[in-house]
């Protein structure tokens, strides 16, 4: 969730919704931004160098994960 609200802090003007959706089963966390760009992994962050790893976090936290654009920008 932190890396998310980051990430669209950093790279997409910050958020402009959260939203948390649970059932039994299941926890989906999207994060709504004003940019259409969508996100993209570093293919290899540097050793000792912030940053390039949000969205890897992301990835081997969740079960999957993606973003789509939607009006004027992005749920991630």
């Not at 950093?10 to 958020?15: E, K, R, S, T, V």
């Not at 540097?46 to 994960?65: F, H, K, N």
Request: with cysteine; proline share 5%.
């Amino acid at each position: 969730m932190s890396e998310l609200l980051t990430n669209s802090s950093l790279h997409a003007h910050g958020c402009q919704e959260f939203v948390l959706t649970a059932d039994e089963a299941t926890l989906r966390i999207e994060v709504f931004d004003g940019t259409t760009t969508l996100p993209a992994r570093s293919p290899t962050p540097q050793r000792g160098v912030p940053g390039g790893r949000g969205l890897y976090i992301a990835e081997r936290l969740a079960d999957s994960w993606g973003a789509h654009r939607c009006g004027t920008g992005k749920s991630v």
